[in-house]
Every structure is written in C-alpha cells, then in structure tokens.
C-alpha cells in the first residue's frame, strides 16, 4: 500500500502519540516549570510531527528530507530535556526510560524516511526531474 498522505506515515502517527505521552508525563511537574522545561518539551513534542506534516506539504523532495532532518532534532531535544527531567527528579526513572525508548524507535523511523527521500530525489535527479509522488514512500521498518 503506497503512502497518500502524511497522517498514512507510522512515524506520523507515532509521533503524536509521543506528544499525547509528553503533556501527560509533564501534567505534575509543578508551577515552577510552567515555562520552562514544560513549554520546552512540549513544544519541541510538537515539532516532530509538525515538521514531518510541513516538510510533506512542501512538495519537494529535498524540502521535505530537510523538514525530517529538523524533526529529528527535535526528538534529540526531547531525549536531553527528558533526561534533565529525570535528574532533577521531576519524571520518574521508568516514565522517562519509556519517553526515551520511544525516541528511539521514532528517530530511527525518521532516519529511514530521510534516507528514503534522499535516494529517491537523487534518482530522480538523475532522471531531470526533481517532481516526487507517494508512491515510492511505502510504510514499513
């Protein structure tokens, strides 16, 4: 089954659900965090699946890889930030080794999305055109 859509990609999907974990695990972290490692992660949560939705929404190959690189930035950002949250005591040690096992799986599914684009718009260079579809962006490991 071929890719139509953005929200059809697992990383996608994963990556919201990493959001919805993030506002929860970070629902107790106390008033005097309000704004500062609680905006922090929530917001670099946003980002993953917002890139991977505006990278997509660019129409070009090379936009799109860039977008998923900025992603996965994010999910390094919230990997330290987690890890902080778990030093200073604010997240407890196995809440924040389940984050970071999520991370994981969601930076490695990215990597493979950016390398999947990258080959595909290096092919299609050397066909003369930059033009992409879906259709060689299937689910999978």
């Known amino acids: 089954m071929a890719v ?14 990493l959001v919805e974990r993030i506002y929860a695990a970070t629902a ?12 922090q992660l929530r917001r670099a949560a946003v980002s993953v699946p917002s890139n991977i939705a505006e990278g997509n929404a660019r129409r070009s190959t090379k936009d799109y890889a860039r977008f998923v690189a900025m992603a996965l930035g994010s999910v390094a950002e919230i990997e330290t930030q987690i890890e ?22 969601i930076s490695k599914m990215l990597i ?14 050397s066909e003369g055109s930059e033009d992409w579809s879906f259709d060689s962006l299937v689910p999978g490991p």
């Open 4 to 17: 139509s859509h953005y929200k059809d990609l697992i990383v996608w999907q994963r990556s919201i659900e």
């Open 112 to 125: 493979a999305l950016e390398r999947k684009l990258k080959a595909y718009a290096a092919s299609k260079i």
């Open 84 to 105: 902080i949250a778990k030093r200073l005591n604010l997240l407890a040690f196995n809440e924040a080794q389940d984050v970071l096992g999520e991370c994981e799986e």
């Open 28 to 39: 107790d972290f106390g008033p005097d965090e309000r704004f500062g490692l609680v905006s």
